[in-house]
């Protein structure tokens, strides 16, 4: 059976970091521009809520907390409660504020199964195709305990983050690179050592300007990385160098992120963007599609403990 690609919900400018919540069976996701939104697969109803003149990057379940959540407001990380019906949201706390001085954003984000977050920041995106991107301004993060571990500064453009628990691997991907990282973790005290790349665009025809965008991993321990401007999601396994299991070619250009999701965890919910002045937009530009058919499964998403 060959994979069968579905459209949800479009209409976005950047649809982004998707993540499945299993209690409610239902994905959340973010609008880059100001927005969180939840859609439910077997009602298909999609609400949204606005923060503001803020850039919104990342939301995940807080673990044991109804309708609580964290989200990134510009290079701020806040506990905020939605209850996933009202385009209202009251903002409970500032967690955590890094990159001080600065007009950095975050830009994707994970939590691992210890309930410990990690995110990148990055420059603010130029508003116009002319405007230059300063890149190595951006920095690494986890954040847990009220305390701050910066593990990699000279940050182009953070971007997807995997852990195989199994293994003791992270995943990481800075898109300014062009590589897909791996590091050894100790999950204990969130420290990463040996850094090896295990997938780097230029040997697999990747056009410059096309970057790795957001990932997630299957049970297998392979992993689902979304090209932005390459309109694919690459099934790559990490143990071998370099080594494209499959690709899933989609209806639009500009894909941002991916996630396992569904009752079995065995659908692939991806996200895409339509920026203009970008690479080409597809014939649906900023939406949400589900895959199903790919004949794997997915793990359980990490939430955040605060």
């Not at 080594?243 to 209806?251: D, G, K, N, R, W």
């Amino acid at each position: 059976m060959s994979p069968v690609i579905e459209k949800l919900v479009d209409g976005f400018a950047v649809a982004e970091g998707p993540h499945w919540d299993v209690k409610s069976q239902s994905l959340f996701f973010v609008g880059v521009l100001q927005t969180i939104h939840k859609y439910v697969p077997s009602t298909k109803k999609h609400t949204q809520a606005s923060l503001g003149n803020h850039i919104v990057s990342l939301i995940i379940p807080v673990k044991g907390k109804k309708n609580e959540f964290i989200i990134s407001l510009d290079r701020s990380l806040v506990l905020i409660n939605w209850d996933g019906e009202s385009n209202k949201v009251t903002i409970i706390k500032k967690l955590y504020e890094v990159d001080q001085g600065t007009t950095h954003i975050f830009n994707d984000g994970k939590c691992d199964k210890t309930g410990r977050i990690w995110s990148g920041t990055m420059p603010r995106p130029p508003s116009t195709a002319q405007e230059e991107f300063i890149d190595k301004q951006g920095t690494l993060y986890s954040f847990e305990n009220n305390t701050v571990k910066i593990h990699n500064s000279e940050i182009g453009m953070s971007n997807g983050i995997a852990f195989d628990y199994n293994k003791n691997k992270m995943y990481y991907i800075d898109s300014l690179r062009g590589s897909l990282d791996q590091y050894d973790i100790d999950f204990k005290t969130g420290t990463l050592t040996n850094m090896k790349k295990v997938f780097t665009k230029e040997k697999h025809g990747i056009q410059e300007g096309h970057v790795l965008d957001g990932m997630t991993i299957d049970s297998d321990g392979n992993l689902w990385v979304a090209v932005f401007g390459d309109g694919r999601v690459y099934q790559i396994d990490p143990n071998v160098p370099e080594m494209v299991l499959q690709y899933v070619e989609f209806p639009a250009k500009q894909i941002t992120s991916v996630a396992f999701g569904g009752p079995n965890l065995d659908e692939l919910y991806v996200t895409s963007a339509n920026h203009p002045g970008r690479p080409p937009v597809g014939e649906s530009p900023g939406a949400v599609f589900r895959v199903k058919g790919l004949n794997v499964t997915g793990l359980p998403p990490d939430e955040a403990v605060v």
